[in-house]
C-alpha cells in the first residue's frame, strides 16, 4: 500500500514546510512561498489527504480508507472547500489580531460551528504495545467534507484559546508564513531561522559590506 504522506509529488514540489506549531496556523501556511514561488499544497482532493496526514489530522490507515470511501470529484470538492475555509480564516485571523474575538461577527462563529457540527467524533480503546490500553478519539467520516471538521475544531482553537500576542507573521517581510510563538521568551521573528532567519542574516550583511564600502 503506497505511503501517502512519504510518496513522490510528481510536479517537483518541496513537502509543505510545517513552522505553524498548531494545525490552524499550518493549515494557512499550506498556501506559501517555497522557492520564490507561491505554492498551494491543497490543490486536490489527494493533496489535501496527504496534506492531513503530513500534518497528523489523520493517519495513514484514515487516509486510505477515504481515498477508497470517497470518489475523486468529491474530495476535489472537499480540497476546493478547503481553500475556501483557509482563505476566510486567514482574513478573520487577521481582522481578530487587530481588534481581538470582539471582532467576529455571528455569521463567522456560525460558519464554524456549522463545520464543526459536521463531525463525528467517539471513544475507542486500543491495545497499545507495551503500555497496555489506552482510550483515545476517534472520527468517522460520513462524507467527504467531514474533513473539514478537525481542521474548524483546530481553528475554534486558536480563536478560543489562543494568545494572539504570540500568533505571528514572519518578520521576513515578504514570507506568508504564520506561526504561534512558543519559544521560551516569546523572541521568535523567523518561520523558520535556517531559511528566514538565515536570508535576514545574510540581507544584513550584505547591507554592512555595501555601507562600509561607500
Avoid at 477515504?66 to 470518489?71: I, P, T
Avoid at 481578530?96 to 464543526?116: E, F, H, M, Q
Avoid at 483546530?154 to 505571528?168: K, W
Wanted: aromatic residues 8%; contains cysteine; hydrophobic residues 40%.
Amino acid at each position: 500500500m503506497t505511503d501517502i504522506a512519504l510518496s513522490h509529488d510528481p510536479t517537483g514540489r518541496q513537502p509543505p514546510a510545517l513552522v505553524g506549531d498548531h494545525v490552524a496556523l499550518d493549515f494557512l501556511n499550506s498556501f506559501a512561498d517555497s522557492n520564490g514561488e507561491m505554492v498551494d499544497w491543497i490543490a486536490n482532493g489527494p493533496d489535501f489527504v496527504a496534506w492531513l496526514v503530513r500534518t497528523n489530522v489523520i493517519e495513514q490507515h484514515e487516509a486510505q480508507n477515504v481515498l477508497s470511501q470517497f470518489s475523486s470529484q468529491a474530495l476535489d470538492q472537499t480540497a476546493r472547500d478547503a481553500v475556501t475555509l483557509r482563505e476566510w480564516f486567514r482574513d478573520v485571523l487577521v481582522q481578530v489580531k487587530t481588534s481581538g474575538t470582539g471582532a467576529l461577527s455571528p455569521t463567522d462563529i456560525d460558519r464554524l460551528n456549522a463545520i464543526l457540527a459536521q463531525g463525528v467524533s467517539f471513544q475507542h480503546i486500543e491495545d497499545v504495545q507495551d503500555t497496555g490500553l489506552r482510550l483515545a478519539a476517534k472520527r468517522s467520516w460520513q462524507n467527504s467534507d467531514d474533513l473539514l471538521a478537525p481542521l474548524a475544531a483546530a481553528m475554534a482553537d486558536l480563536l478560543c484559546n489562543g494568545d494572539f500576542d504570540l500568533i505571528r507573521n514572519c518578520h521576513n517581510g515578504p514570507c506568508t508564513m504564520w506561526f504561534y510563538d512558543r519559544t521560551k521568551g516569546h523572541r521568535r521573528r523567523w518561520c523558520s531561522q535556517a531559511v528566514c532567519g538565515n536570508r535576514a542574516k545574510v540581507a544584513a550583511f550584505r547591507k554592512r559590506q555595501k555601507q562600509n564600502s561607500q
